[in-house]
């Protein structure tokens, strides 16, 4: 938390002198604040019921109400705002009762020195927590998009780590390859490779290694499921250095078809060649 960081903090407290106390101790520190000070459990729960806060700060005991009651209250309306208990004394069954309540600190008012760390850890693990419920919400939303791109796909798309093993693959696999959802994950991609086609697959691997900017390309046959060979014309780059993927994006079409017809092409044409030589004088 830098110190120019305006906070808002809620402060329940019945004694009116000690939120002077509180501004005075931010201000030492260069901590622009600005204190809500209430004195009920009406106050209280109106101001956090009606207006955003950083930090909660609530004396534990009060002459109608008590900080485990106002945490209580502050948990389940408000649960992402840290909640301090501030008190001239507190047993040591109390803090431990507090803290397993959902209370971030406890500070006693003989220790005032405390009271502005205590204040700056509670909001800065707050924003560490809100970074990261924010990243891991944008990588599941990532995720989502990205395998609704893929889903429907023709060709397969797949996510190699470094030393060449599946980490995601589309569902296209599913129906190109015969594989089930998953059941190739951490398999290294050259055993589903057929031999005599290894080396040049693993050549291709280095190359992308080697150089980030150059997509390669090569044809490959590929084992299906039931055993058989399909010829795959693959696309692969190397993304290992983007935060956002850090892996190797392969894309793969199946021209089998093609490879079919080529060969059925060219044994056509040796066989017509041949009966033109048998007929020649």
């Given amino acids: 938390m830098s110190k120019t960081t305006q906070l808002r903090i809620l402060h329940l407290e019945d004694d009116p002198d000690y939120p002077a106390l509180v501004r005075s101790l931010l201000a030492q520190e260069a901590i622009q604040a600005e204190v809500v000070h209430v004195a009920s459990q009406a106050q209280f729960e109106t101001a956090l019921a009606t207006s955003e806060f950083d930090v909660v700060l609530a004396d534990y005991r009060l002459p109608e109400y008590d900080g485990l009651q106002a945490l209580a209250f502050a948990r389940q309306l408000r649960p992402e705002v840290p909640f301090l208990l501030v008190s001239g004394t507190i047993g040591e069954q109390a803090a431990i009762e507090s803290l397993k309540a959902g209370a971030r600190d406890y500070v006693l008012k003989l220790w005032p020195e405390r009271l502005v760390p205590a ?83 693993k050549i291709a691997l280095a190359q992308a290694l080697t150089d980030p900017d150059r997509t390669v390309r090569l044809e490959l046959r590929v084992r299906h499921a039931d055993g058989s060979w399909r010829h795959l014309e693959v696309a692969g780059q190397n993304r290992l250095e983007d935060p956002e993927i850090a892996a190797l994006i392969l894309n793969a079409r199946d021209i089998s078809d093609r490879k079919r017809i080529e060969h059925r092409d060219t044994a056509l044409s040796k066989l017509g060649q041949h009966l033109s030589a048998a007929s020649s004088p």
């Fill in 119 to 201: 204040i700056r850890r509670a909001v800065e693990e707050a924003q560490q927590r809100l970074q990261r419920i924010r990243a891991e919400r944008d990588l599941a939303r990532t995720e989502k998009y990205f395998r609704a791109l893929t889903e429907h796909s023709l060709d397969i798309v797949a996510v190699l780590n470094r030393d060449g093993v599946l980490i995601y693959y589309s569902p296209s696999v599913t129906r190109l390859l015969g594989y089930s959802k998953d059941q190739l994950i951490g398999t290294q991609v050259f055993s589903l490779v057929h031999p005599e086609d290894v080396p040049t697959a």
